[in-house]
T-cell receptor, first 115, second 110 residues
Framework: GAGVSQSPRYKVAKRGQDVALRCDPI?????LFWYQQALGQGPEFLTY????????KSGLPSDRFFAERPEGSVSTLKIQRTQQEDSAVYLC?????????????FGPGTRLTVT | GIQVEQSPPDLILQEGANSTLRCNFS?????LQWFHQNPWGQLINLFY???GTKQNGRLSATTVATERYSLLYISSSQTTDSGVYFC????????????FGAGTILRVKS
């Protein structure tokens, strides 16, 4: 079946611009996660949805970052007034909650470069 | 918060050699996953292994939850095994968010 998809794959933004990154999780997956991966480091947690409810946004680095999942499927991560330190790969993952197995599956990521 | 340490940080192998990657974690965990990040950045699921031993072809993994470590074994390495290997753990009470180690960079030479 289809995996997690993300778009765009690459985004170049000028400092101060707003960007929106999209994630399509695996069909039927209840849980959705966003992670940020800086160059040479492991991914770091940003936020977590269960269906349409955002249950944890403790990893969002500033109030310029906003995520939504209005219908419990597709999610959008929005970054307002981008800064150079926002340059990173943004990864989306989904998992099938409701069982004892919480294995997460990742999309290919969106590489954001802020110039 | 929970700490995840991976070793070695870098590893260079000749094609055909075997290797062992280690992941230590500082607290009891609900879930442990091993990933391979390929040169294009895609995180590929290798194992979901909160405890016990699993094998998949040339790869196997063992997690000893009571001693808070996991091992990933790669046998008869191939150049396509090159990339970064990540261990990631989660605690149920933290909503299953994964905490990643810093990774092991593996280079397999032909």
């Amino acid at each position: 079946g289809a995996g997690v998809s993300q778009s765009p794959r690459y985004k170049v933004a000028k400092r101060g611009q707003d960007v929106a990154l999209r994630c399509d999780p695996i069909s039927g997956h209840v849980s959705l996660f966003w992670y940020q991966q800086a160059l040479g480091q492991g991914p770091e947690f940003l936020t977590y949805f269960q269906n349409e409810a955002q249950l944890d946004k403790s990893g969002l680095p500033s109030d310029r970052f906003f995520a939504e999942r209005p219908e419990g499927s597709v999610s959008t991560l929005k970054i307002q007034r981008t800064q150079q330190e926002d340059s990173a790969v943004y990864l989306c993952a989904s998992s099938l909650r409701g069982t004892d197995i919480y294995e997460q599956y990742f999309g290919p990521g969106t590489r954001l470069t802020v110039t | 918060g929970i700490q995840v340490e991976q070793s070695p940080p870098d590893l260079i192998l000749q094609e055909g050699a075997n290797s062992t990657l280690r992941c230590n974690f500082s607290d009891s965990v609900n879930n442990l996953q091993w990933f391979h990040q390929n040169p294009w950045g895609q995180l590929i699921n290798l194992f979901y292994i909160p405890s016990g031993t699993k094998q998949n072809g040339r790869l196997s993994a063992t997690t000893v939850a009571t001693e808070r470590y996991s091992l990933l074994y790669i046998s008869s390495s191939q150049t396509t095994d090159s990339g970064v290997y990540f261990c990631a753990v989660d605690l149920l009470e933290y909503g299953n968010k994964l905490v990643f180690g810093a990774g092991t960079i593996l280079r397999v030479k032909s």
